[in-house]
Nanobody, 115 residues
Framework: VQLQASGGGSVQAGDSLRLSCVVS????????MSWYRQAPGKQRELVAI???????QYANSAQGRFTISRDDDKNTVYLQMNSLKPEDTAVYYC??????????WGQGTQVTVSS
C-alpha cells in the first residue's frame, strides 16, 4: 500500500489550500482515512478522520475551517483547508487504516502560512 500526499504550499493567513492523498495497492474504499500534522518541535496530531462509510470527525482546531472528504472512485482523500492561520503551519500527513487495523502513512506535504 502506498500513499502519496500533495497540495501543500506557502500561503498567506486567510488563504485556502486543498491537500490530496492518493492511495494505491489496496482496497481504498474499505480504509478509514485521516490527516495528521506535525509542527516543528511538536508531536504529530490528528486533524481529521473520514471513515470508510463517510463519517467524519475533526480536531477542535480544524472544526469549521477544514473539510475532509473522499472519492472512492479515485482512491483519494482530500483536506480542504480554509481561513488558514500561521498556527496551521506544519507537515501534513495522510494515513490509511485497513480492516485489520494496519496503518499506512504518506510522505507528508509542507503547509506554511505566513501572517
Amino acid at each position: 500500500v502506498q500513499l502519496q500526499a500533495s497540495g501543500g504550499g506557502s500561503v498567506q493567513a486567510g488563504d485556502s489550500l486543498r491537500l490530496s492523498c492518493v492511495v494505491s495497492g489496496s482496497s481504498f474504499s474499505s480504509f478509514d482515512m485521516s490527516w495528521y500534522r506535525q509542527a516543528p518541535g511538536k508531536q504529530r496530531e490528528l486533524v481529521a478522520i473520514i471513515a470508510s462509510g463517510g463519517y467524519t470527525q475533526y480536531a477542535n482546531s480544524a472544526q469549521g475551517r477544514f473539510t475532509i472528504s473522499r472519492d472512492d472512485d479515485k482512491n483519494t482523500v482530500y483536506l480542504q483547508m480554509n481561513s488558514l492561520k500561521p498556527e496551521d503551519t506544519a507537515v501534513y500527513y495522510c494515513k490509511g487504516r485497513d480492516w485489520y487495523q494496519n496503518d499506512y502513512w504518506g510522505q507528508g506535504t509542507q503547509v506554511t502560512v505566513s501572517s
